[in-house]
């Protein structure tokens, strides 16, 4: 069995060894990125404060202006454009209906208003411009961000800076620019395979190349015991 294992391990060596040495790298990039990126933005409160003073509708009003038979999932009070506003959220639906704690009139549009406010906010109160809404993740917004749906917002800065907002909670669920991302781009690329667009496909190739890489480990260790130097029994006197 010698002759076939070290054929084996050879060649599955040889056929290996460039996601060993993508793995490898895209460790090295993933240590850089750990300590050139700050972590995950904190949530933080926009607009300039509540004014409590100008609420005019009671949430149950709020709620009454919802068409009947439809269930509220929950319900949140926010500042949006200095005016104080109801968010609800409906059982069958991910984006919330605003309604004007003040006049009762409901605005489809606040949705997008509330996460550009939200972007402004949290960076130092920069201009933004709303360049997405994403419902799916992709090479940028990957699972790992976990909430959709979510907006994206850019600053024209010169550094390509961009957030993710989410009006759910409402915060900001993604901060980077065009640097972080490059580096960001080259991890998944190599690590996770980002290359390959379609989900299905990439997980089974990950899945065959580390199962490969592994078969390599285990006829390596079988390979050592196999070939090891015998000692010569001593002959008795």
């Known amino acids: 069995m010698k002759p076939w294992i070290r054929k084996a391990h050879r060649w599955l060596g040889l056929a ?93 549009k606040l949705d997008e208003v509330y996460a550009a406010e939200i972007a402004s906010a949290f960076l130092g109160g920069k201009a933004v411009k709303k360049t997405d809404y994403l419902t799916h993740f992709n090479l940028e917004y990957i699972g790992i961000f976990r909430i959709l749906p979510v907006y994206r917002f850019d600053a024209a800065d010169g550094l390509g800076t961009r957030v993710y907002v989410s009006t759910v909670t409402g915060s900001v669920t993604r901060l980077t620019d065009d640097k972080k991302q490059w580096e960001a781009n080259v991890f998944v690329i190599v690590h996770k395979f980002g290359f390959i667009p379609n989900k299905d496909l990439r997980d089974w190739s990950l899945v065959a190349v580390t199962g490969g890489t592994f078969a390599v480990s285990v006829l390596g260790v079988l390979l050592f015991f196999l070939t090891r130097p015998r000692r010569k029994l001593s002959k008795s006197a």
């Open 16 to 108: 290996f060894s460039l996601t060993l040495l993508m793995s490898s790298g895209s460790g090295v990039i993933h240590t850089i990125m750990s300590r050139t990126q700050a972590p995950p933005p904190a949530a933080r409160p926009a607009g300039g404060g509540l004014d409590a003073a100008a609420i005019r509708l009671s949430p149950l009003e709020a709620i009454s202006r919802i068409p009947a038979g439809i269930s509220v999932a929950a319900i949140n009070l926010r500042s949006i454009g200095g005016q104080p506003c109801y968010q609800i959220f409906k059982a069958d639906g991910a984006t919330p209906t605003y309604i004007s704690a003040v006049s009762g009139i409901i605005d489809p």
